[in-house]
């Protein structure tokens, strides 16, 4: 690895709790087999200091940031600029130092759509179900919808789910009790049930043959969703492959150079070791 010196970028996520992260893993092997002289760290910010961390960041010149829960929304206002597509969505996940201003991008719905493309091809007229109603959750919803597929977002508030719905346009709400009664093709849980815990949103009778779930938990690698969906004879997406997906981008948005995903994807199974 080469030595850090003052002319070194700085980059980093800013999330809270950070123990989980493996951000910094992925991004520091990219930086190395590109040549590019930068460093990614986590920065464990709490909800009430993250106004306080993009002062730092500004302060410090760092170059790129990614942002991660609870922060995703949040984050908005106190950036110089957010693109079209992170305004639309009404969460950014990716902070990127040009000149002197702060701007405001999301990643998270081209790596969710990528992923699942990947797994089970065009998702245009498959009926799709978002489980949750956060910032991951309107990254999800608003890909499915751009690929041309009928969107559902289901949440324990259905308040929350009726106000995504509202905002993004052309998507249904419900309660999350509504969950055995939809038709899907696709399903994705963006929720944090069955992170480092043997739990599912779904109920298995309600998982159907055919269908592709995905997770975005990542941690454990098969969560019991995907290890149920699998048994029901469903296609399944791991959080890995989001989130792989969504860290190359970042780094074209920054360098404008091609990331070795392969190696990213490494990258993070050792560290999850």
Known sequence: ?????????????????????????MHNAAFEALGVDARYLAFDVPPARLADAIAGARALRIRQLAVSIPHKEAVLPLLDAVDETAR???????????????EGANT????????????????????????????TA????????????????????????????????????????????????VLVNTTSVGLR????????????????????????????????ARARGCATVPGRAMLVEQAAEQLRLWTGLEPPIDLMAQAFDAAGR
Request: proline share 7%; net charge positive; aromatic share 2%.
């Open 88 to 102: 639309r969505i009404g969460a950014v996940n990716t902070v990127t130092l040009r000149g002197d201003r702060l």
């Open 108 to 135: 998270d719905w081209l790596g969710a759509v990528r992923a699942l493309e990947a797994a089970g091809g065009p998702l245009a007229g498959r009926r799709a179900v978002v489980l949750g109603a956060g910032g």
């Open 197 to 228: 815990a043997d739990a599912s949103p779904v109920p298995a009778e309600a998982l159907r043959a055919g269908a592709l779930v995905m997770d975005v938990v990542y941690d454990p690698p098969e969560t019991r969703l995907l290890r149920d």
């Open 1 to 25: 690895m080469r030595p850090i010196t003052p002319a070194t970028a700085l980059c980093g996520i800013l999330l809270h709790p950070a123990g989980h992260t493996r951000s910094p893993a």
């Open 138 to 185: 309107r990254a999800v919803t608003f890909g499915l919808a751009a690929r041309g597929a009928r969107v559902t977002v289901l949440n324990r508030t259905p308040a929350r789910a009726e106000a995504l719905a509202r905002e993004l346009g052309a998507v249904e709400a419900g309660p999350l009790s509504a969950l055995g009664a939809a038709a899907f093709d």
